[in-house]
Protein backbone atom coordinates (compact mmCIF):
# COMPACT_ATOMS: atom_id res chain seq x y z
CA UNK A 1 0.00 0.00 0.00
CA UNK A 2 1.03 3.31 -0.74
CA UNK A 3 -0.29 6.78 -0.05
CA UNK A 4 0.28 10.49 -0.92
CA UNK A 5 -0.90 13.56 0.98
CA UNK A 6 -2.59 15.96 -1.68
CA UNK A 7 -2.56 19.60 -0.53
CA UNK A 8 -4.32 22.39 -1.93
CA UNK A 9 -2.96 25.83 -1.27
CA UNK A 10 -0.16 24.39 0.79
CA UNK A 11 -2.98 23.28 3.06
CA UNK A 12 -3.05 19.04 3.48
CA UNK A 13 -6.99 18.52 1.51
CA UNK A 14 -6.88 14.88 1.93
CA UNK A 15 -4.85 11.31 1.41
CA UNK A 16 -4.69 9.12 -1.85
CA UNK A 17 -3.70 5.86 -1.79
CA UNK A 18 -3.03 2.86 -3.68
CA UNK A 19 -3.73 -1.00 -2.77
CA UNK A 20 -4.77 -4.12 -3.78
CA UNK A 21 -8.27 -2.79 -4.71
CA UNK A 22 -7.49 -0.03 -7.19
CA UNK A 23 -7.16 3.54 -5.62
CA UNK A 24 -9.01 5.83 -3.16
CA UNK A 25 -9.13 9.59 -2.50
CA UNK A 26 -10.31 10.80 0.98
CA UNK A 27 -10.66 14.44 1.92
CA UNK A 28 -9.77 15.59 5.43
CA UNK A 29 -12.51 16.22 7.58
CA UNK A 30 -10.73 19.35 9.29
CA UNK A 31 -10.42 20.34 5.55
CA UNK A 32 -14.09 20.10 4.35
CA UNK A 33 -14.92 22.44 7.73
CA UNK A 34 -12.99 25.40 6.67
CA UNK A 35 -15.02 28.28 4.98
CA UNK A 36 -13.09 28.56 1.47
CA UNK A 37 -12.11 24.78 1.31
CA UNK A 38 -11.49 23.98 -2.58
CA UNK A 39 -11.87 20.81 -3.98
CA UNK A 40 -8.97 19.01 -5.76
CA UNK A 41 -10.79 19.36 -9.07
CA UNK A 42 -13.92 19.50 -10.56
CA UNK A 43 -14.22 15.71 -10.98
CA UNK A 44 -13.14 15.14 -7.39
CA UNK A 45 -15.80 17.31 -5.22
CA UNK A 46 -15.49 18.22 -1.60
CA UNK A 47 -17.26 15.40 -0.15
CA UNK A 48 -16.70 12.93 3.30
CA UNK A 49 -17.35 10.05 1.14
CA UNK A 50 -13.95 8.58 -0.19
CA UNK A 51 -13.37 8.15 -4.23
CA UNK A 52 -12.87 5.01 -5.57
CA UNK A 53 -11.04 3.90 -8.94
CA UNK A 54 -9.27 0.90 -10.32
CA UNK A 55 -7.29 2.87 -12.41
CA UNK A 56 -5.33 6.47 -10.41
CA UNK A 57 -7.98 8.79 -10.88
CA UNK A 58 -7.83 11.23 -14.47
CA UNK A 59 -6.73 14.28 -12.40
CA UNK A 60 -3.80 13.06 -10.44
CA UNK A 61 -2.60 11.07 -13.81
CA UNK A 62 -2.44 14.92 -15.52
CA UNK A 63 -0.39 15.95 -12.83
CA UNK A 64 2.68 13.63 -13.74
CA UNK A 65 4.82 14.68 -16.60
CA UNK A 66 5.11 13.64 -20.29
CA UNK A 67 7.19 13.45 -23.63
CA UNK A 68 11.13 14.30 -22.62
CA UNK A 69 10.45 14.94 -18.71
CA UNK A 70 9.18 11.83 -18.09
CA UNK A 71 12.51 10.23 -19.64
CA UNK A 72 14.11 12.32 -17.87
CA UNK A 73 12.49 10.59 -14.95
CA UNK A 74 12.98 6.91 -15.98
CA UNK A 75 16.62 7.81 -16.50
CA UNK A 76 17.28 9.63 -13.22
CA UNK A 77 15.09 7.91 -10.42
CA UNK A 78 14.61 4.45 -12.68
CA UNK A 79 11.02 4.64 -12.20
CA UNK A 80 8.85 2.37 -14.44
CA UNK A 81 6.58 5.23 -16.29
CA UNK A 82 3.71 2.42 -16.21
CA UNK A 83 4.00 3.14 -12.48
CA UNK A 84 1.75 6.18 -11.90
CA UNK A 85 1.94 6.40 -8.34
CA UNK A 86 5.37 5.79 -7.89
CA UNK A 87 6.00 8.64 -10.58
CA UNK A 88 3.03 10.54 -8.75
CA UNK A 89 4.22 10.26 -5.70
CA UNK A 90 7.93 11.30 -6.60
CA UNK A 91 8.16 14.35 -9.36
CA UNK A 92 4.49 16.17 -7.63
CA UNK A 93 5.51 17.57 -5.18
CA UNK A 94 5.58 20.99 -6.79
CA UNK A 95 3.74 20.93 -9.40
CA UNK A 96 2.14 23.70 -11.96
CA UNK A 97 -1.10 25.71 -9.94
CA UNK A 98 -2.05 24.94 -6.47
CA UNK A 99 -2.03 21.21 -5.90
CA UNK A 100 0.89 19.16 -4.82
CA UNK A 101 1.50 15.31 -3.63
CA UNK A 102 3.66 14.57 -0.94
CA UNK A 103 4.89 11.02 0.31
CA UNK A 104 3.57 9.99 3.56
Known amino acids: MRQGE ?3 HNQ ?3 VLTEDDTGYHFTYRKEYLEQDKALSVSLTLP ?3 DPFHSENLFPFFDGLI ?9 HKNWKIN ?8 LTVCRDCIGNISVRSK
Open 6 to 8: IWV
Open 12 to 14: LAG
Open 46 to 48: LQK
Open 65 to 73: PEGWLLDVV
Open 81 to 88: PRDRMGLL
